[in-house]
């Protein structure tokens, strides 16, 4: 069983900048690929970053340049820096773990989720 906890949400400014972070549990933690997605109100939930176990990332378009996942095994932690902001990243970002060396893209494909830390991003 693996438990995530995020943190580092909050309320800023178009332009600006927030980091989150995101604390595993667990031994094993290098085994696991990683992802970041989020939901907005009345939107379907959506990838913005992956990292894979070896440390290969994956980002959609709308984030592609802006957002950069990283992890660091040693702290069990994974990141999302997201520069640029703009008033449509505002959603709750899930933090979500499943074990595997291979891509994984859709949120189906997870298999722990952290409970979700809300961006507001004002225009």
């Known amino acids: 069983q693996v438990q995530l906890v995020e943190a580092g949400g909050g309320l800023v400014q178009a332009g600006g900048s927030l980091r989150l972070s995101c604390a595993a549990s667990?031994?094993?933690?290098?085994?696991?690929?990683m992802g970041w997605f989020r939901q907005a109100p009345g939107k379907q939930r959506e990838l913005v970053a992956t990292?894979?176990?070896?440390?290969?990332?994956n980002y959609p378009d709308s984030v592609k340049g802006r957002f950069t996942i990283s992890r660091d095994n040693a702290k069990n932690t994974v990141y999302l820096q997201m520069n640029s902001l703009k008033a449509d990243d505002t959603a709750v970002y899930y933090c979500?773990?499943?074990?595997?060396?291979?891509?994984?893209?859709?949120?189906?494909?997870?298999?722990?989720w952290g409970q979700g830390t809300q961006v507001t991003v004002s225009s």
């Open positions: 667990g031994r094993t933690f290098s085994n696991y690929a």
């Open positions: 979500s773990a499943r074990r595997g060396v291979g891509w994984y893209l859709t949120g189906d494909e997870y298999h722990y």
């Open positions: 990292i894979t176990s070896s440390g290969s990332t």
